[in-house]
């Protein structure tokens, strides 16, 4: 599976997200894939998984399915996204 977060690096979520993939690498081990939606990567991303809120962090499926999306702030509990990861 492929867990993976869209954000800005510059925007009021900034603080929240990273101290979440910090906490989230610390406690399972795992780390979250990154993408800026103001890149080219971010964008095709952000468009084939109809991502208009950000942060979103999304589980993809090795069939590049979504699994399960959460979108905005608060995050949800790192418990709950392990599963995924």
Known sequence: ???VVVYREK???????????????????HEVEILSPDTREGTTFAKSYDIVEYPTLISIGPDGVPLQ??????FPTISEVSFYA
Do not use: C, I, N
């Not at 929240?16 to 399972?28: G, I, P, S």
């Not at 999306?69 to 608060?74: I, K, N």
């Open 11 to 29: 925007s009021d979520h900034r603080m929240a997200v990273e101290t979440f993939l910090r906490d989230f690498q610390k406690q399972t081990g």
């Open 69 to 74: 999306v959460w979108r905005g702030l608060p």
């Open 1 to 3: 599976m492929r867990l």
